[in-house]
């Protein structure tokens, strides 16, 4: 009797070790990951450079990625930059980061840049939402790049 327990014991943790896991978390396999528009260029990387006090990295809760925003285009004014993950069994978007920059030229030589960021190892989707103005403009314009798993 002991043998079968002990066989049955055995044959169960090999079955459960060797079932491959399905993980749907939202890892980039290639950084950087870049997507383009005619306004903007949105690339997330590793973290580089990184001090002290910068956020770590906490395994199975989330991982850092930096992030860096140049525009490409006409110069831009009063820029809003928005970071959005989804969340599992809902609609609703969760914000990480929002920030805004008076002006962002094609030719600045500091883009906008997220040097440490959180993203929740769950999360399926990173949607980053630019608006702006074009100058001498008063109409205001968006665009949104999402970057999700494959």
């Known amino acids: 009797m002991r043998k079968y327990l002990f066989l049955f014991s055995f044959a169960t943790m090999v079955f459960a070790f060797s079932t491959a896991i399905n ?10 990951a870049t997507q383009k528009s005619d306004q903007w260029s949105v ?20 991982q850092t990625y930096a992030l860096t925003i140049q525009n490409t285009k006409n110069d831009a004014s009063d820029v809003k930059v928005e970071l959005f993950r989804d969340e599992e069994n809902t609609t609703t978007k969760y ?10 030229s094609k030719n600045d030589e500091h883009p906008f840049h997220f040097a440490n960021f959180p993203l929740a190892e769950k999360a ?7 608006t702006w103005k074009e100058k001498g403009s008063d109409r205001n314009y968006q665009e949104r790049f999402t970057f999700s798993q494959d």
């Open 23 to 32: 993980a749907h978390a939202l890892m980039f396999d290639q950084l950087p």
């Open 43 to 62: 690339e997330i990387d590793k973290v580089k450079n990184s001090q002290p006090d910068d956020m770590k990295p906490k395994k199975g809760v989330y």
């Open 95 to 104: 914000g990480i980061v929002k920030t805004d920059r008076e002006t962002l």
């Open 124 to 130: 399926k989707e990173l949607e980053v939402v630019i």
